[in-house]
């Protein structure tokens, strides 16, 4: 007898994915700057902790249960009801300021400082300049390593990505990991089921509850020298590319000084973090699922639009590793175009794509469920196999006074389609009592698709010791492929 096979040890495995299993610079720095959208609770977490709240979802009850006992003393601000008396605690202050306050702040300064053309000009380029360095740098450089870049343009990233007001890449990469892996569940930071507001913003602007930590390994990015360069310098990087820079360049070159701080700063910074928040709500919202219904990604190319290319979401949930998001020429993938056209040049390689195989498998095996699906909810007439057996006797005695007639072996009542037969009553009724195998399957009338499945909708018995076949297509084409022959 063989031996069985070891199982895989589940925290060692889950030690790997979230890389605790060395020793690894937190995730979340210190100061303002480094906590920037982020919630330290969220990632303070082992992975025994982790094997153990997976392994207890096995069960809801034992889920519910644990989670009962684990809050029965404290329960955390995000378990408990909105009161007049607690609102302030369920909100995080900090994020409220940044992508609500200031924003609010800015169109209320708008309103003195009329905006120039050059400084709108300026607002846009900073705009494609951050946006790009969020999806093909944040996004796909450093979340997914869907290519190689070289030093100053992983230097470009890091600095005028910094500008978005979005966290430091680190921050910002391993919470992207996380919602990878944990897709569409409490561990997602911005879990699509929770409702489209909260996984826009909704998530940011109150507290999370702890119980929802997740870990991802990020060690590769913590051994990158530009990264961790940018998380240790955030609050300064982010100060100056978003809002000092614009402010100086607009006031010593054109002298708008407030025109420059409000919209190249200001309203620069808003427009790109809610494209950013787009591709967590929209994204999941409205569009097609052609790879995967499972899950909520979708694929829209209003999404694309708004930013710049990332609306192709279910094709990058399956296949998160490759370097587009958008596989035709037609479909709108600035940032695709952004990744090509740097390895060109020769400052990115190693543009990792699955295989065409895979992505047709891919399509193909959604569109089957879909027919699937679609097939379920037709009638088809009983299966041969349920079908009761009728004797020789009862089938001559029945034929003609309830419009029987067999093919291939199987007993149909046609007695309410006589009438209706396209090729009039009297081929059916010179059929009844008979087997009209042959002369359905093409000996008379090459019947259509709509015939076969008019027909399997008349089954009600089968034929005692008669050759029975459901496939009255395969017979039909067998039967044109012999005639063609002879």
Known sequence: MSESVDSVDITKLNALAAGTNRKTPRIVAAGVGGRLMGTKSLVNVTADQITEDSMKQMTLAEKDEAERQKYTRETHISDQPWTFSNWYQHINWLNLMLVVVFPLYGMWEATK?????????????????????????????????????????????????????????????????????????PRDPYDARQGLWYSHMGWMLVKANPKNRARADISDLTSDWVVRFQHRHYLTLMLLMSLVLPTIIAGVFWGDWWGGFIYGGIFKSFVIQQATFCVNSLAHWIGSQPFDDRRTPRDHVITALATFGEGYHNFHHEFPSDYRNALKWYQYDPTKMVIWGLSKIGMAWNLKTFSQNAIEQGLLQQQEKKLEQMRQKLRWGEQVDALPVMEREEFNERSKKDGLILIAGIVHDCKSFIKEHPGGQALIRASLGKDATKAFNGAVYRHSNAAHNMLAGMRIAVLRDSDVSSNTFQLQQEYLEKEKVN
């Open 113 to 185: 400082h009329p905006l120039q053309w050059k400084t709108a000009l300026l607002g846009f380029i900073l705009y494609l300049a951050s946006g790009l360095s969020i999806t093909a740098g944040y996004h796909r450089l450093f979340s997914h390593t869907a290519y190689s870049a070289s030093t100053p343009v992983r230097l470009f990233y890091a600095i005028v990505g910094a500008g978005a007001i979005q966290g430091s890449i680190k921050w910002w990469a391993h919470s992207h990991r996380v919602h990878h892996r944990y897709t569409d569940t």
